[in-house]
């Protein structure tokens, strides 16, 4: 957090709570932080409710509720914009459909904490998500970029912050362990194969290949050598054009 300094005094921080066990560990950790921080900031906790509707939470949002009240967070249950069922109608890519049902919760994300006057979006993505978002886009969009620990939006009037970048998912389930933090349950009903679970599979083909693969990679992506890269030609450009019309 201090390498990209992701909190400033007098922050108001909106936590995204999915009910993952990455989620849940990084409220705990923002939670603590602050009675130690040298800085003062607020925190509340949000969670997309994507099996509900307004007047009647889904389980999922319930499980979630309970485990957030366990430490006195105020918590805020929005109802889904964009339901799984309606994404398996409309994602052009089916094996693609996180992408945009993650998408639809990220804009609902940034409206509800922009409307609320937050001045910080907090995220629980950590390294290995990192890693898979780079491959992923590498392999699918044909470009080089991931997701970044901290990020400007809308002209600098929200900070997206991911204060777990630089851990692993199994230091995190290590450490929440631990602490006897539990993921909820939560239920997908399109949690079947996808890309990014593609990805997956085929980095920790590449960490079986190389125990140091990890490591490398995600040093690579602070360690770019435009020099050695190709340009972008019109026929790169074109086929970008073609493959996200």
């Known amino acids: ?60 949002a319930c499980n979630v509720k309970a485990a957030v009240a366990r430490t006195g967070i105020a918590l805020t249950v929005l109802p889904a914009l964009w339901r799984p069922d309606e994404a398996q109608l409309t994602a052009p890519h089916p094996r693609n459909i996180c992408y945009y049902c993650a998408r639809s919760r990220r804009t609902q994300l940034f409206g509800h904490a922009r409307e609320r006057g937050f001045s910080t979006l907090a995220l629980g993505h950590h390294r290995d998500d990192i890693i898979e978002t780079f491959v992923l886009n590498m392999t699918f969009s044909g470009n080089l970029s991931t997701m970044r620990p901290k990020q400007e939006l809308f002209c600098g009037n929200l900070s997206l912050i991911r204060p777990l970048s630089y851990i692993d998912k199994s230091e995190i389930r290590q450490a ?38 990890k490591k490398q990679i995600f040093s690579a992506l602070g360690n770019v050598r435009n020099d050695y890269l190709l340009k972008q030609s019109a026929e790169m450009k074109n086929s970008r054009k073609m493959q996200n019309p």
Request: glycine content about 8%; aromatic content about 8%; hydrophobic content about 45%.
């Open 1 to 60: 957090m201090h390498e990209y300094a992701m909190l400033a005094d007098g922050d108001s921080v909106l936590v995204a709570v999915s009910g993952g066990i990455d989620s849940l560990f990084l409220l705990w950790l923002l939670h603590f932080w602050r009675k130690k921080a040298p800085l003062s900031y607020s925190l509340e906790a949000v969670h997309v409710d994507m099996e509900g509707d307004a007047d009647s939470p889904g389980p999922a």
């Open 176 to 213: 929440a362990g631990n602490l006897g933090i539990r993921a909820v349950s939560t239920c997908c009903p399109l949690s079947g194969q996808t890309r990014r679970k593609d990805v997956r599979q085929l980095v920790q083909a590449m960490y079986a290949l190389h125990p140091e693969a």
